[in-house]
């Protein structure tokens, strides 16, 4: 089943600054943010193709299959 997804809905205007007020009263986290170097891309993309997300699999059809091929088949 390609692009599954968990969606949650509010109608709060400003979820983040809320969990925040949350995260800073109970003194735990719940929302963190990685920055991850565009080096690190190649590593990365080859770690979920082992766990079987690809461009095929996210987007089936001829667009999955040739961003997966061009991947696969050169440096880009």
Same mark, same amino acid.
């Given at each position: 089943?390609?692009?599954? =997804?968990? &969606?949650? +809905? +509010?109608?709060?205007?400003?979820?983040? $600054?809320? *969990?925040? +007020? &949350?995260?800073?009263? !109970?003194? !735990?986290?719940?929302?963190? =943010?990685?920055?991850?170097?565009? !080096?690190? =891309?190649?590593? =990365?993309?080859?770690?979920?193709?082992?766990?079987? &997300?690809?461009?095929? +699999?996210?987007?089936? $059809? *001829?667009? $999955?299959?040739? /961003? /997966?091929?061009?991947?696969?088949?050169?440096?880009?």
């Amino acid at each position: 089943m390609p692009q599954q =997804a968990m &969606i949650t +809905s +509010s109608n709060l205007e400003d979820i983040e $600054g809320y *969990i925040k +007020s &949350i995260e800073e009263k !109970t003194e !735990t986290i719940f929302l963190k =943010a990685f920055d991850t170097p565009f !080096t690190e =891309a190649p590593e =990365a993309m080859k770690d979920l193709a082992f766990m079987g &997300i690809t461009a095929v +699999s996210i987007f089936p $059809g *001829i667009d $999955g299959v040739c /961003e /997966e091929f061009k991947e696969r088949n050169f440096d880009v």
